[in-house]
């Protein structure tokens, strides 16, 4: 993290392309600036203005547009609290708790860019007394960690919430939101893994990954590591215009995910947050798109094309358009 590429600089050289040659903004930079861990810019082709993996974390003109429809808080989740900062109950026997505002990696479709974290923030034992409460209701049988990005805690902080879980008399799930593995594969560590192992809590991660070159090695490693240590692995994307809209990519991200154990779970359609419309996807071309990698890979490989209303008791799934015979 202290190492990550900050500047458009740092990150010029790091991909191979002169710096004028960089299609960055300064202006997109203000408020979401640029951050990119080393191992993930490796993993962008050098020379390549438009690979997939630069185009999900370079501030671009395209952000500065005002597009109608696209606002702040796409999902009006500031709306949604329930007296307590950072817990979310959008969905029935589920809590999600907003656990750090912090981030490995600066998303620029993010629907949290803008989100204010600040006001939700908790101290870890405020976040444990939150835990206890929600331990106590009877109604819920998950909790949920997301971010920003949960495995930025520290691993006591892990611990300490797998722990509290763990003893609980009830049967709890506890699922990670996270992306870390995928961009620092180096986070997950024998203390986290061994956490996850030695509680016997019932735990699911679910990864963030968009594209097939997103995967490599020391990913693979990683998730194999959370595998050995009893967690069950998932992972979600966004679609988004130029990285993986393309039934190809979908069909070759199933199958580097797979390959390391992990299940394609959902693709989400873009939150319209400001400044992520130049990523959008429309709805028709999206069920295409999904309508063409069924065709390309068995039921397990496809993920779930998923749209998220604000104030909806779920996520609404959109069916494919399977290609004419
Ligand atoms: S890692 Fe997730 S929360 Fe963080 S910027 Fe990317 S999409 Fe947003």
Redesign the pocket.
């Known amino acids: 993290m202290q190492r990550a590429i900050r500047t458009p600089a740092g990150l010029a050289a790091a991909v191979g392309i002169a710096l004028e040659d960089l299609p960055y903004s300064q202006i997109a930079d203000q408020g979401f600036p640029l951050l990119v861990p080393h191992a993930f810019a490796a993993r962008i082709e050098r020379g390549n203005v438009a690979d997939p993996l630069l185009r999900q974390i370079l501030a671009a003109q395209d952000e500065t547009l005002t597009v109608a429809g696209y606002s702040n808080d796409p999902l009006a989740e500031t709306s949604l609290y329930a007296g307590t900062p950072g817990l979310l109950q959008k969905y029935h026997g589920r809590a999600l708790l907003v656990v750090t505002g912090q981030?490995?990696?600066?998303?620029r479709?993010?629907?949290?860019?803008d989100y204010p974290y600040s006001d939700n923030a908790q101290s870890s034992t405020e976040r444990l007394a939150t835990i206890d409460q929600l331990l106590d209701d009877s109604s819920i049988g998950e909790i949920i960690l997301?971010?920003?990005?949960p495995l930025l805690l520290l691993d006591e902080q892990i611990t300490a919430i797998a722990q509290r879980i763990a003893r609980h008399e009830r049967d709890i799930t506890l699922r990670i939101?996270?992306?870390?593995p995928i961009?620092i594969p180096d986070r997950v560590t024998t203390a986290l893994t061994r956490t996850l192992s030695q509680t016997g809590l019932r735990s699911v991660m679910v990864l963030?990954s968009n594209h097939p070159n997103e995967i490599d090695q020391a990913t693979a490693k990683a998730i194999q590591s959370l595998r050995d240590a009893g967690v069950t692995m998932l992972n979600q994307s966004?679609l988004l215009a130029g990285v993986n809209d393309n039934p190809d990519v979908l069909a070759a991200l199933s199958d580097r995910l797979f390959a390391a154990g992990v299940l394609p779970y959902y693709i989400h359609m873009l939150d319209k947050v400001a400044g992520s419309s130049h990523f959008e996807v429309c709805e028709d071309s999206a069920r295409r798109i999904m309508g063409e990698l069924s065709a390309l890979r068995p039921g397990y490989l496809i993920p779930k094309l998923a749209v998220e209303r604000p104030g909806a008791a779920s996520k609404r799934q959109l069916e494919p358009i399977y290609p004419s015979v």
Do not use: E, W
């Open positions: 981030c490995a990696i600066n998303c479709y993010c629907f949290r860019r997301s971010g920003g990005d939101h996270t992306r870390l961009v963030h966004v």
